[in-house]
T-cell receptor, first 111, second 114 residues
Framework: QKEVEQNSGPLSVPEGAIASLNCTYS??????FFWYRQYSGKSPELIMS????GDKEDGRFTAQLNKASQYVSLLIRDSQPSDSATYLC???????????FGKGTRLSVIA | DAGVIQSPRHEVTEMGQEVTLRCKPI?????LFWYRQTMMRGLELLIY????????DSGMPEDRFSAKMPNASFSTLKIQPSEPRDSAVYFC????????????FGDGTRLSIL
């Protein structure tokens, strides 16, 4: 059973702080990793993708991948109240199979 | 570019009625996915298609659920007869291919079965 695990939260951080969201997955052969943001009542929106070990930065967002430890994380620097949402981690375990989603971590940025 | 288009956005109907949800994927995307999202179970994959062919429908909860993709630009998810426990948000998503590519989601259909 392919699984993606996330802490459901809520994770509360003050405005301006770094928010750290973590995700673990169950299969070492996983290839592709994605972070989606979902505002309440809206659809998931892709914000980051990462395919190789290390860090990938895009604006205030940094995705970190460690395949040996089977975890992927998302750091949000200078958190803003507008970052308050549920963040979904998604993994493609092998080519030509669909994404497996975690249940998401709810982030609340307090002004 | 137009994204994934779903209709209707909201549907309220009585138990026992047939419900049909519609989806138009992004042009050029060969893979289409139907999801159901609830607070308890999160985002569940119901079925997905590659090049209009159903590949895996193991997530379809019961025979009351069926999905079709008659052409590359249209898919339907049908529930007949509907039950209150089918109430959820149903998302359609598409991607260029299945592997290594993220999916892009439509706005969803919020379904309430009374």
């Amino acid at each position: 059973q392919k699984e993606v695990e996330q802490n459901s939260g809520p994770l509360s951080v003050p405005e301006g702080a770094i928010a750290s969201l973590n995700c673990t997955y169950s299969d070492r052969v996983s290839q592709s990793f994605f972070w989606y943001r979902q505002y309440s009542g809206k659809s998931p929106e892709l914000i980051m993708s990462i395919y190789s070990n290390g860090d990938k930065e895009d604006g205030r967002f940094t995705a970190q991948l460690n395949k040996a430890s089977q975890y992927v994380s998302l750091l949000i620097r200078d958190s803003q109240p507008s970052d308050s949402a549920t963040y979904l981690c998604a993994v493609i375990y092998s080519g030509n199979t669909p994404l497996v989603f975690g249940k998401g971590t709810r982030l609340s940025v307090i002004a | 570019d137009a994204g994934v288009i779903q209709s209707p956005r909201h549907e309220v109907t009585e138990m026992g009625q047939e419900v049909t949800l519609r989806c138009k994927p992004i042009s050029g995307h060969n893979s289409l996915f139907w999801y159901r999202q609830t607070m308890m179970r999160g985002l569940e994959l119901l079925i997905y298609f590659n090049n209009n062919v159903p590949i895996d429908d193991s997530g379809m909860p019961e025979d009351r659920f069926s999905a079709k993709m008659p052409n590359a630009s249209f898919s339907t998810l049908k529930i007949q007869p509907s039950e209150p426990r089918d109430s959820a948000v149903y998302f359609c998503a598409s991607s260029p291919t299945t592997g290594d590519q993220p999916q892009h989601f439509g706005d969803g259909t919020r379904l309430s079965i009374l």
